[in-house]
């Protein structure tokens, strides 16, 4: 069972890291017509906020990962 959680974790993680990635360059992308477009200011302060989404968002994930693996092995 603990090699099963391990697999699905680290499948899990890559494809969320390949998700971020991408979010990542989308929201890189924008902010790069935007400055070009001179909302400079603006743009970067709503990719900072949607970043840290982001992040709150994996942290939160693997919390559960965390909390479904202590969970699993105690039952």
Same mark, same amino acid.
């Given at each position: 069972?603990?090699?099963?959680?391990?697999?699905?974790?680290?499948?899990?993680?890559? %494809?969320?890291?390949?998700? #971020?990635?991408?979010?990542?360059?989308? @929201? !890189? /992308?924008?902010? &790069?017509?935007? *400055? =070009?477009?001179?909302?400079?200011?603006?743009?970067?302060?709503?990719? %900072?906020?949607?970043?840290? #989404?982001?992040?709150?968002?994996?942290? @939160? !994930? /693997?919390?559960? &990962?965390?909390? *479904? =693996?202590?969970?699993?092995?105690?039952?």
């Amino acid at each position: 069972m603990e090699e099963l959680n391990e697999d699905i974790a680290s499948l899990r993680h890559d %494809q969320l890291n390949q998700l #971020a990635m991408n979010t990542a360059q989308e @929201l !890189y /992308e924008a902010t &790069l017509q935007k *400055s =070009a477009a001179g909302g400079g200011r603006q743009s970067h302060a709503s990719v %900072q906020e949607k970043i840290n #989404a982001l992040l709150i968002n994996l942290r @939160l !994930y /693997e919390k559960g &990962l965390k909390s *479904s =693996a202590t969970i699993d092995h105690t039952t």
